[in-house]
């Protein structure tokens, strides 16, 4: 495994996200108001479901979140429900459709959607037959009512498309009065196995029109194993339309690309759509996550913040085919935005707790980060990770935090010489005091946090001049300096 600290010598050569902010103090003069801070977006177990790969969870209006997944028998269509997305790990199981005993539908029961349209709930799923397992098709199953637990499902059939090849990863969307769907196939006569296309739909389960070619498998990133584009979600967020999809084979190599469109734009114009020349979310040898991908979007539980679905495996190696692995797992967590309005996915994080970003009271917009093991605060960090932490119970015990990077599983936020690093632990008694904070309400906003040194009472981390350092907070100023919003 490639040494962590090796890549981070390497953003030296990175340009600094912004300017230094100001001087300590200078945004909690008397009568300065702070931003408000943005939403936490809730905390989350990883794995949350193991063994169900192409996850899609989706709120509904009832108050529920509804989940089905691909299950390793390649036989069957689940559904779970719960008031919170955490609630998923543990909700009971039900099997709302099982595969035919032959003929079509019959094997390879693939990347279940569920959507709820026009008051009825609708499940999208690939297929292939029994006598041509790889004969893989769309269907379309429609429930007799509003809760899908309680339905009973009715078969609609094949999802038709004007050419009878290879086909997969049906989802759909509407957007400006218009519904979309957007689905993976093998164009006719090429060597390509799936390609992204939208059209227009007419029914929940009929498109119209002639299909556009969105997206076809070019970049060497889409390319390894097999070539493949699939498993497109939407997301309509700050005048744009967002599509993620995946790429590659389904071992390690695969990854999550990314295509962008305005969303005044003609959707069904090609030209409309530009594609992220890198993948935007890849295998983490740190993390020990691999192949994420065959994403999904839901939002937390307050509403405010986007949450990202997918599934990986915790292992790179796989024994033969991955399709025969049964171990992807269901994971999440939060997706963050740019000031320029687009999606920063950041890196699949490590198993356990979902991490926080930490932002300043005193300078609204600037969050706490490592650069080159230092840290300072930054607005618009690119390296999202880099500002990324998972609040731990403290290694010093008795009640107190530990700030794990999130970028560098082991390594934690400790104050050396009054200054604020991280550094991986030595498991010594010093390094655990030295990392071991208590939390405290904000001191200058109780909607926020301060953080107290466990072996230095009374000191605060405090930021000062884009630096964090170990200091008092025995003014205005400086308990403005000392107080973070968890994001």
Not at 12 to 26: D, H, K, N, S
Not at 178 to 196: C, E, F, H, K
Not at 252 to 267: D, E, I, K, Q, R
Not at 339 to 363: A, C, E, K, Q
Request: glycine share 8%; net charge neutral.
């Amino acid at each position: 495994m490639e040494d962590p600290r090796a890549f981070d010598r390497r953003t030296v050569l990175r340009t600094l996200a912004a300017v230094p902010v100001a001087a300590a103090g200078v945004a909690a003069w008397p009568g300065a108001a702070a931003a408000a801070p943005a939403p936490p977006g809730g905390r989350y177990t990883n794995p949350l479901v193991r063994q169900r790969a192409d996850p899609h969870i989706v709120r509904h209006s009832d108050g529920n979140y509804y989940f089905t997944a691909t299950v390793p028998e390649y036989d069957r269509i689940i559904l779970r429900r719960a008031t919170t997305i955490q609630g998923l790990a543990g909700a009971s199981e039900r099997v709302i459709w099982r595969r035919h005993a032959s003929g079509e539908m019959a094997a390879h029961i693939w990347a279940p959607e569920i959507h709820f349209i026009d008051g009825r709930w609708y499940v999208y799923f690939a297929a292939g037959r029994s006598d041509d397992i790889w004969r893989i098709r769309m269907y379309v199953l429609q429930s007799s009512g509003a809760d899908p637990f309680t339905s009973t499902w009715t078969e609609l059939g094949r999802l038709v498309t004007p050419w009878d090849t290879f086909s997969l990863d049906a989802t759909t969307f509407a957007h400006n009065g218009t519904r979309y769907l957007v689905w993976a196939q093998s164009p006719p006569g090429s060597d390509i196995n799936s390609s992204l296309y939208i059209a227009r739909m007419s029914s929940p389960w009929t498109i119209t029109g002639t299909p556009t070619l969105l997206s076809t498998p070019t970049l060497p990133w889409e390319t390894v194993g097999f070539k493949v584009n699939e498993g497109a979600a939407v997301l309509v967020r700050n005048g744009r339309v967002f599509m993620t999809y995946s790429a590659s084979a389904t071992d390690a190599n695969y990854c999550m690309g990314l295509l962008t469109a305005s969303a005044s734009a003609n959707l069904l114009n090609a030209a409309s759509w530009s594609k992220s020349p890198t993948p935007v979310f890849t295998s983490n040898d740190a993390t020990s996550q691999y192949g994420p991908g065959h994403n999904s979007f839901t939002v937390s539980e307050d509403g405010r913040s986007d949450i990202l679905v997918y599934h990986d495996r915790d292992y790179r190696d796989i024994s033969g085919d991955p399709l025969n692995d049964p171990n992807r797992r269901t994971r999440v967590q939060k997706l963050y935005w740019n000031s320029d309005g687009t999606p920063n996915f950041g890196i699949p994080v490590s198993d356990g707790v979902t991490p926080y970003r930490l932002s300043s009271y005193s300078s609204p917009g600037r969050y706490v980060r490592h650069y080159d093991f230092r840290a300072r605060l930054d607005a618009d960090v690119a390296m999202l990770a880099d500002s990324q932490f998972r609040i731990v119970p403290g290694l010093n015990g008795d009640g107190t935090v530990s700030l794990e990077s999130a970028n560098y599983p082991g390594h934690y936020l400790r104050h050396r010489n009054y200054e604020l690093w991280v550094d991986r632990n030595d498991a010594t008694a010093l390094f655990r005091a030295d990392s071991s904070f208590r939390q405290r309400s904000g001191l200058a906003d109780a909607a926020g946090i301060s953080l107290e040194a466990v072996n230095f009472a009374g000191r605060y981390v405090r930021q000062r001049s884009s630096l964090l350092y170990l200091e008092t907070a025995d003014s205005s100023a400086a308990r403005g300096d000392a107080t973070f919003y968890l994001e």
